[in-house]
């Protein structure tokens, strides 16, 4: 089992930045690759970023890739969206997830434990 507890969120500018946080307790985090995903109000949930146990290799939607950064310390059990230069569309309530699969996936279905959700309110 391991614990999932987003925080960062919060309303910010077109052009501005925010940082999201996941800090997970339980299982070991190293042995757990991690994802971001979102879910606006009528839309289904879309991945984000994703990033292997090592922290080695991300992966990333196209919508976000060259504003948005995953990253992760093992030691502070800790994943983080580093959310550049947001839009309107990036909008959301953003979720953290953990798999113990090795591949980072970007299908939510690939995931076992889930956080409650932190909200990104992106105004222009």
């Known amino acids: 089992q391991v614990q999932l507890v987003e925080s960062g969120g919060g309303l910010v500018q077109t052009g501005g930045s925010l940082r999201l946080s996941c800090a997970a307790s339980?299982?070991?985090?190293?042995?757990?690759?991690m994802g971001w995903f979102r879910q606006a109000p009528g839309k289904e949930r879309e991945f984000v970023a994703s990033?292997?146990?090592?922290?080695?290799?991300?992966y990333y939607a196209d919508s976000v890739k060259g504003r948005f950064t995953i990253s992760r310390d093992n030691a502070k059990n800790t994943v983080y969206l580093q959310m550049n230069s947001p839009k309107p569309e990036d909008t959301a309530v953003y979720y953290c997830?953990?798999?113990?699969?090795?591949?980072?996936?970007?299908?939510?279905?690939?995931?076992?434990?889930w956080g409650q959700g932190t909200q990104v309110a992106v105004s222009s």
């Open positions: 339980g299982r070991t985090f190293s042995s757990f690759s």
């Open positions: 997830a953990a798999t113990t699969g090795p591949f980072a996936s970007r299908q939510a279905m690939g995931y076992d434990y």
């Open positions: 990033i292997r146990r090592s922290g080695g290799v991300t």
